[in-house]
């Protein structure tokens, strides 16, 4: 009895430690990509998503605190950022603070959160049209999700008021509304989705959302059909030939990398890889036909 009372015991205490360790999210060896989508614009025509990617970089003290400055770009080539305020975590990672460049400051992430608190004390300063407190926000469920081979914590944000809006939060990476965008769920802005599109650790990728096909999105970018049913490809993962068949005349076939970037382009239904001189990883195929334009996610190994 006593030997297992004392398993129990540090079994409890090797599980606070784990706890303990949350995953930190201000370094500079993280990239985040988010799409702004308005489903159309001000005169009522369909609106082309946009993206943005944020980073954090360099040490910068204030007040006596370290802060990383808040760095963000819509070049696609992520080479031109500029500096849209700050951030800091706590030494436990468990909270992340934002601070705007007019020196204003709030909590924006709490990872100690557990099933059924009330949200009511962070605010967002980069995004002051969002308070936490003017909503009645409860965790919803609190579980863990795959993030490139590893089990992040994460929970859901719900307004009791309006159950349809939630917001998920996954630690290390942020809101799937996008890092900075905390809290937009709740904004009651209508026709108008912001959404984590990917996210890198290291320059490696780590997440891509489901629905859609690129980490980056532009004026020239074009949203791809998804019923891609007439159009197969084999194999798949592949080291070095692609086979294209369809059951319409196939125009134009182009590899896209994760962020939009043409690769290739020609009139072939075969495609070598080893001709190509790229590096293992994912890529996506976009089909034309006298008929339509597809897309297809392809596996380099």
Same mark, same amino acid.
């Given at each position: 009895?006593?030997? %297992?009372? !004392?398993?129990?015991? *540090? $079994?409890?205490?090797? =599980?606070? +430690? @784990?706890?303990?360790? &949350?995953?930190?999210?201000?370094?500079?060896?993280?990239?985040?990509?988010?799409?702004?989508?308005?489903?159309?614009?001000?005169?009522?025509?369909?609106?082309?998503?946009?993206?943005?990617?944020?980073?954090?970089?360099?040490?910068?003290?204030?007040?006596?605190?370290?802060?990383?400055?808040?760095?963000?770009?819509?070049?696609?080539?992520?080479?031109?950022?500029?500096?849209?305020?700050?951030?800091?975590?706590?030494?436990?990672?468990?909270?992340?603070?934002?601070?705007?460049?007019?020196?204003?400051?709030?909590?924006?992430?709490?990872?100690?959160?557990?099933?059924?608190?009330?949200?009511?004390?962070?605010? %967002?300063? !980069?995004?002051?049209? *969002? $308070?936490?407190?003017? =909503?009645? +926000? @409860?965790?919803?469920? &609190?579980?863990?999700?795959?993030?490139?081979?590893?089990?992040?914590?994460?929970?859901?944000?719900?307004?009791?008021?309006?159950?349809?809006?939630?917001?998920?939060?996954?630690?290390?990476?942020?809101?799937?509304?996008?890092?900075?965008?905390?809290?937009?769920?709740?904004?009651?802005?209508?026709?108008?989705?912001?959404?984590?599109?990917?996210?890198?650790?290291?320059?490696?990728?780590?997440?891509?959302?489901?629905?859609?096909?690129?980490?980056?999105?532009?004026?020239?970018?074009?949203?791809?059909?998804?019923?891609?049913?007439?159009?197969?490809?084999?194999?798949?993962?592949?080291?070095?030939?692609?086979?294209?068949?369809?059951?319409?005349?196939?125009?134009?076939?182009?590899?896209?990398? @994760?962020?939009?970037?043409?690769?290739?382009?020609?009139?072939?239904?075969?495609?070598?890889?080893?001709?190509?001189?790229?590096?293992?990883?994912?890529?996506?195929?976009?089909?034309?036909?006298?008929?339509?334009?597809?897309?297809?996610?392809?596996?380099?190994?």
């Amino acid at each position: 009895m006593k030997k %297992n009372i !004392l398993l129990l015991f *540090l $079994f409890l205490i090797c =599980f606070s +430690v @784990v706890r303990a360790q &949350v995953l930190p999210m201000v370094v500079d060896w993280k990239l985040w990509s988010t799409v702004d989508d308005y489903n159309y614009n001000i005169y009522g025509e369909p609106y082309t998503p946009e993206t943005y990617f944020v980073k954090f970089e360099g040490d910068t003290l204030i007040g006596g605190l370290n802060y990383f400055k808040i760095m963000l770009s819509e070049d696609v080539d992520t080479i031109d950022f500029s500096c849209v305020g700050y951030a800091r975590q706590s030494t436990d990672n468990q909270k992340v603070f934002y601070r705007n460049l007019e020196g204003d400051e709030g909590c924006v992430y709490d990872f100690s959160v557990s099933q059924g608190d009330t949200i009511t004390d962070l605010y %967002n300063p !980069l995004r002051e049209h *969002l $308070f936490y407190d003017d =909503f009645n +926000v @409860v965790v919803d469920s &609190v579980y863990f999700v795959n993030i490139n081979g590893n089990n992040q914590r994460a929970f859901d944000l719900m307004c009791i008021d309006y159950p349809e809006a939630k917001e998920t939060i996954i630690e290390g990476i942020g809101s799937e509304c996008g890092v900075l965008e905390v809290g937009h769920a709740f904004s009651g802005a209508v026709g108008w989705s912001l959404s984590l599109l990917c996210y890198w650790e290291n320059d490696a990728l780590a997440y891509h959302a489901d629905s859609y096909d690129f980490c980056f999105y532009d004026d020239l970018s074009v949203i791809i059909p998804k019923n891609t049913d007439a159009i197969h490809i084999y194999p798949n993962p592949t080291k070095d030939i692609i086979n294209i068949s369809s059951e319409d005349i196939i125009t134009k076939i182009e590899l896209i990398d @994760v962020n939009g970037r043409l690769l290739f382009s020609k009139k072939t239904n075969v495609l070598s890889i080893s001709d190509l001189e790229i590096k293992p990883g994912v890529y996506f195929l976009r089909i034309f036909t006298i008929q339509n334009m597809f897309t297809k996610k392809i596996i380099l190994k």
